[in-house]
């Protein structure tokens, strides 16, 4: 349950909404009790995985080298 809340929220937040065509098709939903841990697990899974996938394609990822690190970042006396 809580995927879902963090896709609700990641879409109220910034008006996209997240496809996630590959966890609909498992047909498995938080609620469904009577399904085995398995099967649950690979939900959850999916689920993520959809989540970060789009965060990802919609977000430039910045990667940090050593030229942009200051010189001193912290001395200890």
Sequence with gaps: MLMIHIKKFYESITN??????????LEISPVHIHKNKKCHKDAILT???EIVSHIHAQRPVVKVTSE???EKVAVEQ
Excluded at 16 to 25: A, D, G, L, V
């Design 47 to 49: 689920l993520g995985e």
């Design 16 to 25: 996209e909404e997240i496809p996630i065509k590959r966890y609909s098709s």
């Design 68 to 70: 942009m690190a200051p």
